[in-house]
């Protein structure tokens, strides 16, 4: 917006629009983590099923939230998220509908890429239609909603897999986007803003190509690789696909040094804040999936909790989040020390999950873990409170389709890597060790990984910066770098 521009009249009513998007995102990533024992029984399927329902969605949505951000700077941000939308919406029914895995599996890739197109459209808007004081009340909001949406996602999935509404158990679990996803379709077509470019982008196909492959031979191996007793396979897929995403990097920058339009814009790499918060979010969400994909596999499969009372289990972890939400915005002056502070909170609430299981084995109950889980909850919500604020805040108008699509991308090929890692410790252990056991050296590693995400913190600029040395007052700018316009 310039300065003498006025604020675009629906903006608060957009972004609850483009957060009910965020909210089915999360929702659907996470359900199947609280469903899969069900949907096993009822259709088939082996552990690799399990890993396979989230990270075919995670993955789908890694590989495609790159090209999404670029096909909204192509095509209209409005446009692509209603398309995205629609598609994600349909292919939730194809999930509930679905007669056995290799159905559902195709169905949430499905979901994943048509929710590829969807997000990355929202983060762009509200770069445009927000001053940047407003910014940070506006991505403010994301983190409480997504706390809720983590935990709330498997209570919800829980009980509608128990109370078997109308016949339907799991799919359920499913089918309750059809509102949602109405919702979400009516509210763009009302208070989004149409937003143009000034020049035609041309999509950058072949780097959308090299960035999916990349991805895919480092996410595949990993599900697959324990099943086939890790072969020499896995290791050589893990090998290419570093040679793969290196060959990337060189290609993108090649195209942006001939004045093309490159998929991911290479100067978002020279920006500390950002490239800093690639590895973080990587890290991080890995962590932070792989947690409660094994925490709800442990307490249906080892303890034998329903599935609602699996999700009930969470509880204490939500109020945490919300806690460490609410205070977060009195401490945003210390900067990433409060994402530090907020690792090291969450490893010692995941310590005291351990001890919790040591002292009371298998006759745990929730009461007993809420403690610990309360602590963890705590420690996640100020490690995310600021995060998309604090990567986001150096990133010029004219990257903000990029940036977003890149950033999200990160936070979903995190999960996918998290499903894929310590699902596969988790399955991996509980061949030769008790459930307890299992879930104990299950969570010494998601220690281990907590660390690699405390260092990487460091990787971030101590404080926030303008995202523009223009000050807030510069033009708006599209994906091509050219100023844009956003029509009330």
């Known amino acids: 917006m310039t300065a003498t521009e006025s604020p675009y009249r629906w903006r608060w009513a957009a972004l609850f629009v483009i957060l009910a998007a965020e909210v089915m995102d999360l929702l659907d990533s996470l359900v199947t983590n609280i ?14 099923t399990i890993q396979w329902l989230g990270a075919a969605y995670t993955l789908a ?6 090209t999404g951000g670029r096909l909204g700077d192509i095509f209209g941000r409005r446009r692509m998220y209603l398309i995205g939308a629609v598609g994600f919406t349909l292919g939730s029914v194809a999930c509930g509908l679905a007669q056995e895995p290799g159905q559902l599996v195709a169905a949430r890739v499905f979901q994943g890429l048509l929710g590829a197109v969807m997000l990355p459209q929202g983060l762009g808007i509200l770069k445009e239609i927000f001053s940047e004081k407003e910014q940070a009340t506006a991505f403010g909001l994301f983190g409480p909603v997504m706390g809720l949406s983590t935990v709330g996602g498997p209570i919800l999935a829980g009980w509608l897999v128990d109370a078997d509404l109308w016949g339907t158990g799991w799919r359920m679990i499913f089918l309750i986007n059809i509102p949602l996803g109405l919702f979400a379709i009516a509210g763009g077509l009302a208070f989004l803003p149409e937003w143009k470019s000034a020049r035609t982008v041309r999509l950058d196909l072949a780097g959308a190509l090299l960035a999916a492959l990349g991805s895919a031979l480092i996410v595949f191996p990993l599900v697959q690789g324990r099943e086939h007793d890790w072969p020499a396979w896995a290791f050589a897929l893990i090998g290419l696909s570093i040679a793969v995403f290196a060959f990337f990097a060189w290609f993108e920058n090649r195209k942006s040094n001939r004045g093309g339009d490159p998929l991911v814009e290479p100067s978002l790499f020279r920006k500390r804040g950002f490239s800093g918060g690639m590895v973080l979010g990587l890290a991080f969400f890995s962590a932070m999936t792989g947690f409660w994909l094994t925490f709800s596999l442990y307490t249906q499969i080892g303890l034998h909790y329903s ?18 939400f609410v205070s977060s915005q009195a401490l945003l002056k210390f900067g990433r020390k409060v994402m530090h502070g907020g ?14 299981l040591q002292l009371a084995g298998i006759d745990v109950t929730p009461w007993q873990l809420a403690p610990a889980l309360a602590v ?10 600021p ?22 991308s990160v936070q979903q090929l995190g999960a996918a890597l998290g499903t894929a890692i310590l699902g596969t410790v988790f399955f991996e252990q ?3 060790n008790s459930f307890v056991h299992a879930e104990q050296i299950t969570l010494g590693v998601e220690i281990a990984m907590l660390a690699v995400v405390f260092g990487a913190i460091f990787l971030l600029p101590k404080h926030a910066r303008p995202h523009s040395e ?13 100023e844009a316009k956003v029509a009330a």
């Open 470 to 482: 223009a000050g807030p007052d510069a033009p708006a700018e599209d994906g091509t770098g050219q």
């Open 430 to 432: 509980i061949k030769t």
């Open 307 to 324: 599935p609602f009372k699996a999700g009930l289990a969470g509880i204490p972890s939500s109020i945490g989040m919300v806690v460490a």
């Open 35 to 48: 469903a899969a024992p069900s949907i096993r029984a009822d259709i088939g399927g082996g552990e690799t």
């Open 61 to 66: 949505m890694a590989l495609g939230l790159i």
């Open 387 to 408: 995060f998309f604020d604090t990567v986001l805040a150096s990133v010029e108008p004219h990257e903000t389709g990029s940036a977003s699509g890149t950033l999200t």
């Open 376 to 385: 963890t909850g705590l420690g996640m919500g100020f490690v995310m409170a």
């Open 343 to 356: 690792l090291i909170v969450m490893a010692l609430g995941v310590g005291a999950v351990i001890l919790t």
